[in-house]
């Protein structure tokens, strides 16, 4: 018999109450609340805009969904600045708030051409993730990397480096072919290898900075089934044999579950093999009985990872046949916000011991699983995987949680160990730090100032990042 | 822009106004099936576009945990706390609900519509 990760945490959660009646002076036990939100309009009456995570905030004084590439061409040259295109708000950084004017592309949506020769297809950048891989699996084609997520816009996803996992897979933008952006001039340029080629280079991740990209194309692969294998095993196990494994499959990432010396282990390989019936999510449930156990024993490391092991063992792994866009992203209901650091990958393993030290040894709130993953290089200039293979560590803490440690634990480790941010989730780099980490950060600074000489796409963040010397 | 609100809309929001005093009078449908729900949109165009762009991937997922789309039971307890806090609550977001419901042009008249339309079983 199969059992899923939801019979093996709700196990836990009983157990965890149980235990937990000893520890309650100490524990979270009780309704969490919201954490305070702002008003939901200004003195001014103008309408809250808020990212996925509720961090970022802004009251844009005008709202624009552009149904042509005309109309955002004239808009980027009348509408009040700064301007600033939003995909779906997930990002965890301040690129997108603007008290200008916010624009989205959910009205240039959709498949615009493909060529079946050679697995391209162009799109609109507002699509959707999730749209876009139903609409490539009716052109028998795939995107082979995906984020954990589809919510995503494609021009939102790409312009932050969003990226999925596996060694021999470049992220999101690293298939990107050509793109056509309109610049802060109002200017409609087509981009690629040899047309504004460096352009090209900067905008493939480009904040947003550089222009808003209107259409996208992608070297895509043929549509495929993918067999994926869930499996719970130690951590040790899971390190020690970290390099065969991710030469070993095509997709491949792990989660340590903070607290309980177990990893959650996440592969998905090519398949003839017939479809099977995908069961109901669990992760979320799993999520919540880990909270759980933070809710009732934080107070006892110990007893929390005594209950954690005993409840977890002798389980047996999930398996799922399926087209890879159909497994590869899940839904994510339980908000956190994130941090997510990218680097060298022989420095993955020794950075992530010492995270998981620190957070064990100074953060008995954490319960978010802790993700790292892997992913192949590209030379696009602000990519954080340019040059280097990668393993990326991701960490998460629940929405109504205090997220400092982030700062405070994690980002000095992923630091010391020559990590470049994720340029969606939360750091604190600034200027000097990313001109140091990129080699061609000058020059995308200098080609910006070109673009948009009158800072049209700048908003403070943004001034931040790119403010010229 | 303001939006015209369909016939059913506004046949939602009358049922809305008088929840609790039996104005609807209507038994209590099954819930659609996960074909119904998919395929289901509001009449307006526009409000249809909005819909399929920002509202569709999460409210006909059941793993995403949001009520589905003309399941009238799971909207019922939303509904019952009055339009003014369920709008509220997309403007903020709330629990797995992000703010602005991914519709980053929508008005408040927008939400409203096609919460309406959401929570109405389909006929
Ligand atoms: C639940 C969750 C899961 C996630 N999982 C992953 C993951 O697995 N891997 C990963 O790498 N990241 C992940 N992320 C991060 C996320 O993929 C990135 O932050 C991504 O950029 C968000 O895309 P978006 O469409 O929401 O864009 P937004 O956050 O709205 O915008 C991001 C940037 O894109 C710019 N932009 C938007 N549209 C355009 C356009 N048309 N032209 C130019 N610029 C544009 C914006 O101005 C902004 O600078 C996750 C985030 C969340 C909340």
Redesign the interface.
Known sequence: MMVSRRSLFLGMAGVAAVAGAGGWAASRVGVQP?PP??P?QDEAGR????????IQTAYPAQ???PGSEGELAALVRTAPGPLRA?G??HSFMPLVPTPGT?V?L??M?GLISHDKATSTAVAWG?T?L??LGAALAGIGQEMPNLPDI??QSLAGATATGTHGTGATLPALHGNITALRLVTGRGDILDCDVARNAELFQAARLGLGAFGIVTQVTLQNSPLKRVERNVWLQPLEQTLADWPRLHQAHRNIEFYYLPFTDMTAVITHDETDEPATVRP??QD?EALLDLKKLRDWLGWSPALRRRVARQVMSGLEPERVVDESWRLLS??R???FNEMEFHLPLEAQVGALQEVIAAIEGQRNDVFFPIEARIVAPDDAWLSPFQGRMTGSIAVHAYYKDQYDFLYQLVEPIMRRHGGRPHWGKLNSLKRADFAALYPRFNDAAELRRQMDPEGRFLNDYLRGVFADA | MTTPLSVRALRGFLCLAFLGLGACGQKEAPPPDAATIAALRPADPRLA??YA??CL??HT??????PLTGDGEQWKPRLNKGMSVLL?NV??????M???G????C??EDYTALILFMSQPPR
């Open positions: 919201e939100a702002p939901g309408l809250l805009w808020r990212n996925w995570s509720g709202r624009a969904a939003v779906s708000g916010l989205t959910d009205r949506t507002g959707r999730a749209d589809n919510k109901p999510a979320n899940n839904e209901p339980v908000r | 576009e909005i762009a920002s991937a999460c997922m059941a793993d995403s945990g949001a509220k403007v903020e977001g709330v629990n797995g992000p703010a602005g991914q519709c980053f042009a008005t408040p």
